[in-house]
């Protein structure tokens, strides 16, 4: 069965702090990989995505991720980040291309970012 | 405008109630779904429509029922709750369920409180 595993469950840094987030898949088909963002009292936003192509994905508010396929990793990294990164992110994987259309979420890391 | 919107924001109902909760979208995405969120946990997927007629329903008890009145609208019909199933549940749109890529845009939930 297809998981998605967030290592860090809770980060705290300081602003201005550089920051990466582990996320490990395990499907070894084609994937779909997703990084969603949900700030305190708001709803889940799409952060970035890989489909193909270029394996370094860039995304919104300085946000990036790196496809590494012979790692099964999809790390999430911003070099700076402010206190209104302040969140929790959730690493997902949409596994294959067929009619079988299940978003698969790690458990989330929250993210603190002290001023 | 990549907005789902869902009514109520919050409810409150008791163990034999019957209430329902809706989502709209006007992105013309053709697949919706239903999330539910308990705290500091991630989405677990629920039901999937594709074209109006559900497609995936992950086992969830019969005192949840979706409907998909049309292209735009999701419902999803309470009765008989526990109090275990209080929760965030999140409604989502994406474009095309068996193309390849489309990426799942979530409204901002209900909070559901089962006395």
């Known amino acids: 069965a297809q998981s998605v595993s967030q290592h860090n469950h809770h980060v705290i840094l300081s602003e201005a702090a550089s920051l990466e987030l582990g996320c490990n898949y395990s499907?070894?088909?084609?994937?779909?990989l997703f990084w969603y963002v949900q700030y305190p009292g708001q709803h889940l936003q799409l952060l970035l995505k890989y489909f193909s192509g270029d394996p370094l994905v860039k995304g919104i508010k300085g946000f990036e991720a790196e496809f590494i396929k012979s790692k099964f990793s999809f790390n999430l990294r911003k070099p700076s980040v402010q206190w209104s990164d302040t969140a929790e992110y959730f690493c997902a994987v949409k596994a294959g291309m067929d009619s079988s259309y299940k978003l698969i979420f790690g458990s989330g890391t929250r993210l603190l970012v002290r001023p | 405008d990549t907005e789902v919107t869902q009514t109520p924001k919050h409810l409150v109902m008791g163990m034999t109630n019957k209430k329902s909760l809706k989502c709209e979208q006007h992105?013309?995405?053709?697949?919706m779904y239903w999330y539910k969120q308990k705290a500091k946990k991630p989405p677990e997927l629920m039901f999937v429509?594709?074209?109006?007629?559900?497609?995936i329903n992950e086992s969830v008890p019969s005192r949840f029922s979706p409907e998909c009145p049309n292209s735009s609208l999701l419902n999803l019909h309470l009765h008989a709750l526990q109090p275990e199933d209080s929760a965030l549940y999140l409604c989502?749109?994406?474009?095309?369920?068996?193309?390849?890529?489309?990426?799942?845009?979530f409204g901002p939930g209900t909070r559901l409180l089962v006395l």
């Open positions: 499907y070894g088909g084609t994937v779909n």
């Open positions: 989502a749109s994406s474009q095309d369920r068996d193309r390849g890529g489309e990426t799942q845009y």
């Open positions: 992105m013309g995405h053709r697949a």
């Open positions: 429509y594709s074209y109006e007629k559900l497609s």
